[in-house]
């Protein structure tokens, strides 16, 4: 079954820290994986995408690593802004299926 | 300009009513997507839509029908509302279907309440 776990569900920092979001996926056979950003009240929006020969893509502070052997990916946040606070949504594509996980949580507090 | 624009952006309504979203995108897409992300803000697929011909179709309801006039509308009509239809629904477009490396571009969402 097409799964996408991410962890930890939230995560609170202090500005200015780094963090680490997990993704672990048994989306087969693998596609793509990419990692979205969701602002409250707003549509997510594409940060990085990630193909099989693919193992890391950064955007700005953002960076995401993949692993196909594991089926893992992670996105690191480095130098956290208050505008970093968002939902950090994994999706995982197959041929035809698009599996997005649940999510996690970030706050950033001054 | 907005990318991709659904309306109305907020939506409240009795049990039983019908209804319908709106989605356009003028990004010259092939491809437009509904998704519903329930009150855990999980997102989940619901339609796909490739040159106006429906590609994905996920178990949703056939209350839940989708429609596209041209490949840069993708409309959502609800028959029957459910208190279970609650949720924020978005509407999607991208180049071309997911599993090549696209990037799908999201509208605002629709924040539907059902009554």
């Known amino acids: 079954k097409n799964q996408v776990e991410q962890s930890p569900q939230s995560l609170i920092i202090l500005e200015g820290k780094n963090c680490t979001l997990q993704c672990n996926y048994t989306v087969s056979p693998f596609s793509n994986l990419r990692w979205y950003k969701q602002d409250t009240g707003r549509g997510p929006v594409s940060l990085t995408i990630m193909t099989f020969s693919e193992n890391t893509k950064s955007n700005g502070r953002y960076t995401a690593t993949l692993d196909a052997d594991t089926k893992q990916s992670s996105l690191h946040i480095t130098a956290s802004q208050l505008s970093d606070s968002a939902s950090y949504i994994c999706?995982?594509?197959?041929?035809?299926?698009?599996?997005f996980g649940a999510g996690t949580r970030l706050t950033v507090k001054p | 300009d907005t990318a991709v624009s659904q309306t109305p952006k907020y939506l409240v309504t009795q049990m039983g009513n019908d209804k319908s979203i709106k989605c356009e995108q003028n990004?010259?897409?092939?491809?437009m997507y509904w998704y519903k992300q329930d009150s855990k803000k999980f997102l989940k697929i619901m339609f796909s839509?490739?040159?106006?011909?429906?590609?994905i179709n996920e178990t949703v309801p056939n209350r839940f029908s989708p429609k596209s006039p041209d490949k840069a509308h993708l409309n959502l009509h609800i028959n029957s509302l459910e208190l279970g239809d609650s949720a924020v629904y978005f509407c999607?477009?991208?180049?071309?279907?997911?599993?090549?490396?696209?990037?799908?571009?999201f509208g605002a969402g629709t924040r539907l309440s059902v009554l």
């Open positions: 839509y490739n040159n106006k011909e429906l590609i």
């Open positions: 999706v995982v594509s197959a041929i035809n299926d698009m599996r």
């Open positions: 999607a477009s991208s180049p071309w279907l997911a599993g090549s490396k696209n990037i799908q571009y």
């Open positions: 990004l010259g897409h092939d491809t």
